[in-house]
């Protein structure tokens, strides 16, 4: 499908993405929908910056302010971040495996349509009368007291993207466990689809308590429950847990698929297979597993007492164990190879040191008695952009920049990609660096304006000025985007030259179906494999066949645009408006009209038949 | 060869960045410089766990480099490097060593995190049931004001926390509206005011450290709580002990509001009983119960050192802030509870709020 798309019109096009159920394409549609919220998030990090510039700032007004960081925070987290993600999963995970598409199609669809139309939802609210307010936490006792609709487009909207993310998890869990090619045994598969494997596991179960966390904020505001309500027996702590519970487990869900994609840079710009493959295997599954046991390390200053948080603290220094094994790993990785610095392994090498940076100063945080000094202040901003940014965005650049020619058939610039890696790089460490120190002079973080003379002011310019070449960076990168889609200049199954895995064995893009016959594995990095052994593509698993195809759907546009309408409805049923409960009535008839038909209508899929691959040599895909 | 010289730039820069840093911070404001046990305690804690995690640094630093300068491919070398499947020898000191670290961290860590929650002095009551033999502070935050309540000693104020230094101070903390939380970056780390309980903690301040500060921290809230959380700001001003019995003999002397002198200042009394008083009381005895008392306690207005936490404490900002509260702290609860003032009426009850004073120097 993907090679005929260039002859269609735009509306064709347009209504291709609208129905696909193809992993390629909706890994185009995350990337697509996660890259404009990245800017809209980045956006909103300027305004911060800017607002904290000089002491005493009017650029924007308290509450204003207060809006802007929860929406960066938000935005940035579950409308970039997380996206980003996905279209990483799904562009690369089913070509990893050998998989002709995920498990579920269809699904796959729904979850970026839910997440799209959740994300849409929840960015309304600027123009809808404010936005959220209480901060990404969103704390219980701030949050009911919020006036207008912020919060509860928060709640909705996320609830909505939620349900998506939750579809997405499950999907590749299935996926993984049902989908490898011949030989692709659990320990053969490369680390980026092992981190999709494991944070698929966490998103099964971080999610939920999420989900629970918003119906409770969402009955309290909506229909007068109390659950924290403390004045009627609720309780506020309660929503600090469900998130926390969420939360610390979200931080894993981001930064493990940016060790995937790490770990594939260093061993395929070292021409290395991957050092400790098997340790590396299971300080994934750990980093996981210890990333439930840990949650109330975000509340050490609450007052749960000194017994939970010494057990938090030293659960929360055990995590440094596995991901100092991993750390270690990909530097030797790299010991005894040939480094190519091309950009994907520029933002490699920059991770190393940048996120130990942030690794240390989480074990600091670890330290509770320590951290009554560090929460709250901007010792924990510097932290965990740290992590995010050094671990995360630079792993999503990575990745981006790496399997751009998978995704596109065409190479990203290398001279801007570099570019934009200094300037973000530079950035990035200027911004943040000196946070810690303005955390430790005792900046509390969320503080829309400082005073004078309290010896902050030179920090906070520094700190702008870093986020401005950060900026620069990244408009750097959207004109790489343009001209490099401009030229389309088409390259072959293995652009970068050292391709291991089984991805770069067929064409870039790949052809819809992915694979016209199964490959056969016959150990950790496959393709590397047959290359060194002369060959110059898979041994085939099975003999030619017909292969079948799942069918394109409107569907989950339909199901997910009809929780969108509900949503509003929802909404406006606070202030009492007439229409609302049609609204409501309107919306959920749309989403299980949708389910309905989806429901009794066969769909079979269809089959590319046999002689039709035949005939197509041309497209690639050989395997 | 660029890149690396960058990366070194980029390090020296931070190197020196550090030193530079670590020497200064505010001594009223900066966690660095510690103004009693539990501040130091925890800055302890901050060198120890920075040492240890320096040395990481150092040694992934080191190895880094190697690489980068050692296993460069070099241009025309299309060699396949050993492909190297791992080492059992490598793995087992890579993680032992950092567990080792870990331990060295965590001991303290507990040890620590237990003595800063012992306030078993709380309990320890006489008959009267006054607590016997620890000062005790009831803070209760609001939007966007702290107040302070001795219950032992019968004394209610508010913005300002005056404490006697060298001995532990102990705190009940809670909220009245949204969740709040009280740091004095120098004398100890933050706790929060919940909406669901007291917490209690303690701090002590250091009467040396104390004198380089001149007697006057800066307080923070550091929960996010609205508009104005930034501007939720307190003093906190400590006596010796001696100093400190002083104050507290004023504070219970003043049975009635400091009478106004001056016909101005009288005016300003009127208006003051008319639209003001409803909220705010002049007298450090307030028994009215704690969800009566809607503003801060002013019988000490005078001596303060700020006006609403963030102003300068002079007759213009009072007046300022007197004529629009919400310019200064948006989202504040007294914007719009006492109707409009005209210029004379603002003048006269900023002489009447600047006289309450009630330390005998």
Known sequence: MSTYAKKKGFGATLWDFLTTVDHKKIAILYLITGGLFFVVGGLEAMFIRIQLAVPNNDFVSAGLYNEIITMHGTTMIFLAAMPLVFALMNAVMPLQIGARDVAFPFLNSLGFWLFFFGGTFLNLSWFMGGAPDAGWTSYASLALQSEGHGIDFYVLGLQISGLGTLIGGINFLVTIINMRTPGMTYMRMPLFTWSTFVVSALILFAFPPLTVGLTLMMFDRMFGANFFVTAAGGNTIIWEHLFWIFGHPEVYILILPAFGVFSELFA??????????????????????????????????????????????????????????????????????????????????????????GGVTGIMNAAAPADYQYHDSYFVVAHFHYVIVGGVVLGLLAGITFYWPKMFGTMLNETLGKITFWFFLIGFHLTFFIQHFLGLLGMPRRVFTYQKDLGWETSNMISTVGAFLMAVGVLVMVYNIIITSIKNEKVGNDPWGDGRTLEWAISSPPPFYNFKQLPLVRGLDPYWIEKMEGKTEMT???????????????????????????????????????????????????????????????????HIHKEDLMDNTDKGGKS | MKK?????RLISLFAIMTLFLAGCGNAQLSALNPAGEVAKTQYDLMVL?????????????????????????????????????????????WTTIPILLLIILAV?????????????????????????????????????????????????????????TDQKVYFNLKSSDVKHSFWVPSVGGKMDTNVDGTNQFYLEFDNEKSNEAENLFHGKCAEL??????????????????????????????????????????????????????????????????AARLAPNLSNFGDRDKIAGVLDHTDEELGNWLEDPEKYKPGNKMTGTYGELDEEQISALTEYLMNLKVESK
């Open chain 2, 108 to 164: 303290p860590t507990v040890m620590s995190t237990f003595d800063l929650a012992d306030t078993k002095a709380m309990d320890v009551k006489d008959k009267d049931g006054k607590t016997k033999d620890a000062l005790v502070v009831n803070v209760r935050a609001n939007l966007y004001w702290w107040e302070f309540e001795y219950p032992d000693l019968g004394i209610v104020t508010s913005q300002e926390l005056v404490v006697p």
């Open chain 2, 4 to 8: 690396r010289l960058q990366n070194w």
């Open chain 1, 268 to 357: 395929t710009f070292s021409r290395k297979r991957l050092f400790g493959y098997s340790s590396m295997v299971f300080a994934t599954v750990l980093i996981g597993f210890l990333g439930f046991m840990v949650w109330a390390h975000h509340m050490f200053t609450v007052g749960l007492g000194p017994i939970a948080n010494a057990i938090f603290a030293v659960a929360t220094m055990a995590i440094a164990v596995p991901t100092g094994i991993k750390i270690f790993n990909w530097i030797f990785t790299m010991w005894g190879g040939k480094v190519r610095f091309t950009t994907p392994m520029l933002y490699a090498v920059a991770f190393i040191p940048s996120f130990t940076m």
């Open chain 2, 225 to 290: 709580c609205g508009p104005s959380h930034a501007l939720m700001d307190f003093k906190v001003k400590t006596k010796t002990k001696d100093e400190f019995t002083a104050w507290v003999k004023d504070m219970q002397g003043v049975k009635e509001a400091v009478p106004a002198k001056g016909d101005v200042a009288k005016q300003g009394e009127e208006i003051f009983a008319e639209s003001c008083i409803g909220c705010h009381a002049v007298t450090p005895n307030d028994s009215r119960p704690e």
């Open chain 1, 540 to 606: 085939p698993a099975e003999p030619l066949g017909d292969i079948h195809m799942p069918n394109g759907s409107f569907l989950p546009v339909t199901i997910s645009f009809g929780l969108f309408v509900a949503a509003f409805g929802a909404l406006f049923h606070m202030d009492d408006k007439a229409w609302s409960i049609p609204v409501i009535i309107i919306g959920l008839l749309i989403t299980f009209g949708s389910m309905l038909i989806r429901s009794v209508k066969d769909d079979h899929g269809f």
């Open chain 2, 49 to 93: 766990s920075t040492l240890i995690m320096v040395l990481v640094i150092i040694v992934v630093v080191i190895l880094f480099v190697i690489v980068l300068f050692r296993f460069r491919h070099k241009k025309g070398d299309d060699s396949i490097p050993k492909q190297v499947e791992g080492s059992h020898k490598l793995e087992i000191i």
